[in-house]
């Protein structure tokens, strides 16, 4: 009889804070599907994430029933893929707080997105605990699982592997408890960059000239790619280090279209920078005109609920299991 070869186990999340941008759908989402059938996936819906900065309730109750809706639009099946809400699942919060205590000021305080979320503040007395504790909740919402490969944009690979040392130090505290997981990031588009300012990552926070969002109007995106800041010269070339703006459009036209980058230079030889702005703008708003209908169906269709509920059962009975050894090791149990 042939043997069943165990598939690997992958794990993922998205923040349900602000809209979902083209940074999102690239770095994370189109990862996520085309890993669907290979690997064993759990991807949730980080909603205790969402509060670690101040949020209304009913933007958060919408951006999460948008975010489950785009899973499920960009192909995401619940045949295969376990969906669920963060929130749903009270282990992560209880794993969250004995990966707090098993973390350090100095190691939490050096991640970048918490020196990069904190420096504007000008009241450093009145910085949410929250931020500064998310990496902890972050590694537990991972270790609870055993994954081989988290698969993130480049922003969160910092928080993979601080991840990875709270394993190795608990797991050398306490004996063998947790899996060691690997970063996994895309060759292309790990790290999509604001149009306005193509030095930055686009993202939710960023300007909204430089953002496109999954589920805005498309004449705003249109716009929003015509007006993209360009480069010197006018070649069309892929060069990241000088022609930083025309890479950022190359990289997202390719990841859209799946032609290869060197592909689109050569279609694209010889256009003004207009005319390459035009085909790009195409090739988005065709991938966001398909993706919104079926957003819009999915939500008429009334199945969110019963996606969500399913998978948080699913979700819960592996989580509970590695919960009870962690207070077992810890001696709670
Ligand atoms: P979040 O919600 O900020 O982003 C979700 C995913 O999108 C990727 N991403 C990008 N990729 C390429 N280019 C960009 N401009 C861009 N912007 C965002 C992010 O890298 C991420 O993969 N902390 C996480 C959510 C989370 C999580 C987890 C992820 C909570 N627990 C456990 C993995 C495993 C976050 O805030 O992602």
């Given at each position: 009889m042939q043997e069943q070869v165990k598939k690997k186990r992958m794990l993922s999340g998205i923040k349900p804070t602000g809209r979902l941008t083209l940074g999102n759908y690239i770095g994370a989402i189109k990862q996520f599907i085309s890993y669907q059938d290979e690997y064993e996936m759990y991807i949730f819906i980080a909603d205790l994430h969402a509060l670690t900065l101040p949020i209304d309730a009913k933007e958060l109750r919408q951006n999460t029933k948008d975010l489950i809706s785009i899973y499920l639009a960009c192909g995401l099946d619940p045949e295969k893929v376990v969906l669920?809400?963060?929130?749903?699942?009270h282990e992560h919060a209880e794993l969250g707080y004995i990966m707090a205590c098993n973390s350090y000021m100095g190691e939490l305080s050096r991640m970048t997105q918490y020196k990069d979320k904190t420096?504007?503040?000008?009241?450093?007395?009145?910085?949410?605990t929250g931020i500064f504790l998310y990496p902890a909740l972050m590694a537990a919402d991972i270790l609870l699982?055993?994954?081989d490969y988290v698969p993130v944009g480049v922003d969160q690979k910092q928080h993979v592997e601080l991840t990875r040392d709270l394993a190795i130090r608990f797991n050398s505290r306490y004996s063998d408890t947790f899996k060691v997981p690997e970063p996994l990031t895309s060759k292309q588009g790990a790290k999509v960059f604001s149009l306005?300012?193509?030095?930055k990552k686009m993202s939710k926070s960023e300007s909204d000239k430089g953002t496109i969002y999954l589920l805005d109007d498309l004449n705003v995106s249109r716009k929003k790619i015509m007006s993209a800041v360009t480069d010197l010269g006018r070649d069309i070339k892929?060069?990241?280090?000088?022609k930083p703006g025309i890479s950022n459009l190359l990289t997202i036209a390719s990841c859209l279209s799946g032609k290869s980058i060197s592909t689109l230079e050569k279609e694209c030889e010889g256009m003004g920078y207009g005319d390459f702005k035009k085909v790009v703008a195409d090739i988005v708003c065709n991938e966001l005109s398909s993706l919104q209908t079926k957003v819009a169906s999915i939500q008429a269709s009334g199945i969110i609920e019963k996606v969500l509920e399913e998978g948080a059962m699913k979700a819960s009975y592996v989580a509970r299991k590695k919960l009870s050894k962690v207070y077992r090791k810890v001696g709670l149990r």
């Open positions: 669920f809400k963060q929130s749903d699942v420096a504007n503040m000008s009241e450093k007395d009145s910085i949410p699982y055993d994954p306005s300012n193509p030095e892929y060069d990241p280090a000088n």
